[in-house]
C-alpha cells in the first residue's frame, strides 16, 4: 500500500494550495480518506475526511477555507487550501482507513509540508 502526498510548499498568508494524495495497493472507492497535520511542537490532529460515500467533515479551524474531494477513477484525494494562515503551516499527512468485519484497515503516507509565511 502506497499513499504519496504532494503539492505542498511555501505560500504567503491568504494564499492557496492544493494538496493530493494517490493511493495505491487499497480499493480506494472502499476507503474514507483523511488529512491530518502536524505542526512543530503540537499533537497531530484531523483536518478534513471525506467519507467513501462522499460526505465531508472539517476542523473548526479549517471550516469555510478547505474542501475535501476525491476522484476514485484516479485514486487520489485532494485538500484545496485557501485564505491559508500562519498556523496552517505544517506537515500534512493523507490517511485511508476503513472498518470492515471488525477489521480495522489503517494506513499512511510520508507527509508534506505547507508553509505559510506571514
Known amino acids: 500500500v502506497q499513499l504519496q502526498a504532494s503539492g505542498g510548499g511555501l505560500v504567503q498568508a491568504g494564499g492557496s494550495l492544493r494538496l493530493s494524495c494517490a493511493a495505491s495497493?487499497?480499493?480506494?472507492?472502499?476507503?474514507?480518506m483523511n488529512w491530518y497535520r502536524q505542526a512543530p511542537g503540537k499533537q497531530r490532529e484531523l483536518v478534513a475526511g471525506?467519507?467513501?460515500?462522499?460526505?465531508?467533515n472539517f476542523a473548526g479551524s479549517v471550516k469555510g477555507r478547505f474542501t475535501i474531494s476525491r476522484d476514485n477513477a484516479k485514486n487520489t484525494v485532494y485538500l484545496q487550501m485557501n485564505s491559508l494562515k500562519a498556523e496552517d503551516t505544517a506537515v500534512y499527512s493523507c490517511?485511508?482507513?476503513?472498518?470492515?468485519?471488525?477489521?480495522?484497515?489503517?494506513?499512511w503516507g510520508q507527509g508534506t509540508l505547507v508553509t505559510v509565511s506571514s
Open positions: 495497493g487499497i480499493m480506494f472507492n472502499r476507503y474514507n
Open positions: 490517511n485511508a482507513y476503513r472498518l470492515y468485519l471488525d477489521k480495522k484497515n489503517d494506513f
Open positions: 471525506i467519507t467513501s460515500g462522499g460526505n465531508t
